[in-house]
């Protein structure tokens, strides 16, 4: 597995990562805890370093299946998780309310540390922006956690571009994670241009669009009644109908590169900037061993030229969250 920097804070990890969330949390019931722990060992052993976690998801208990899945492993990967919601055990809410106070900072590291077995936490983000909180006080709770040697890098998650100039001048950002994909390019307009600016990495979530950019959603497709992307307005049978052509042209292209869909939105993304990372969620072996070998794929500029120009003219169709969660982002 090849590698790459986040940022200029020399964080190494795998070009491609891992996204945990949903083995146990969100795209409907659980998966069995030891084939997910099987699952986990076996990107190590395919060579992935960078895996993706949360206090809130579970709540708690995803946390737990990494500590326990990347023990053996220890100081040779590199593990992400996130603060700032007031996670409590048997949460039936998708999100629990924000808290990114600096007394809630300092108590939610400590149980991060404790269920993911280790010692100091690799990236943790602030899961979301709290506007009851000035973000230079939660900068200053973490950059205390860094000194103390309990967190060595400071991420943020769907930040503006103003908020995270504001969290970098206190401490220095290694990473933003936002959701970035074919489908959803906002973030080229003022993240990317801030993150490169400022030195910092971008680590992509759903850069295969919660599934529907491999072309294995379609307009017939049930999701099960727990799981969240009944309620993504992008994800309507209606939505999914109208960005069927996106698919299509998406599927043309990876025929024509001896490819699959998923593996040509993953290697786009790559091939965007050099600092950037994608994680990618699965809970399936064959569909991991196909997201990575996306990093095998080499775009050059004229094959990124051939995508735009194909998908030129589309425009996809529905919000990408729903109301309540779209209010949580970009602040």
Known sequence: MQKRTL????????????????????????????????????????????????????????????????????GQVVIATKFGFAAAPGDTDRWSALNSHPDHIRTAVEGSLKRLRVDAIDLWY??????????????????????AGKVKHFGMSEASAATIRKAHAVQ????????????????????LPTLEELGIGFVPFSPLGKGFLTGAITTAT???????????????????AANAPLIDRINEIATARNATPAQIALAWVLAQKPWI????????????????????????????????????GIAVQGERYPAAAAAMVNR
């Not at 940022?7 to 795998?14: A, N």
């Not at 979301?128 to 939660?138: F, K, N």
């Not at 290694?174 to 973030?187: G, K, N, V």
């Open 172 to 191: 220095p950002v290694t990473a933003l994670q936002s959701e970035y994909s074919l489908w959803w390019r906002e973030p080229e307009a003022e993240i």
């Open 7 to 74: 940022g200029t804070s020399g964080l190494e990890v795998s070009a491609i990562g891992l996204g945990c969330m949903g083995m146990s949390w969100s795209y409907g019931p659980a998966p069995d805890r030891t084939a997910m722990i099987a699952l986990l060992r076996a990107a190590v052993e395919r060579g992935v370093t960078f895996f993706d976690t949360a206090e809130v998801y579970g709540p708690l208990i995803n946390e737990d299946l990494l500590g326990e899945a990347l023990a053996p492993f220890k």
């Open 277 to 312: 990372v994608p994680i990618p969620g699965t809970t399936k072996l064959h569909r991991l061993d196909e997201n990575l070998h996306a990093a095998d794929i080499a775009l050059d500029s004229e094959d990124i030229a051939a995508i735009e120009s194909a998908l030129s």
């Open 126 to 147: 602030q899961h979301r922006v709290d506007p009851a909180v000035p973000i230079e006080d939660v900068a200053g709770a973490v950059k205390d956690l860094i000194a």
């Open 222 to 240: 049930q999701f099960d009644k727990t799981d969240f992307r009944n309620s993504v307005p992008r994800l309507s049978a209606e939505n999914r």
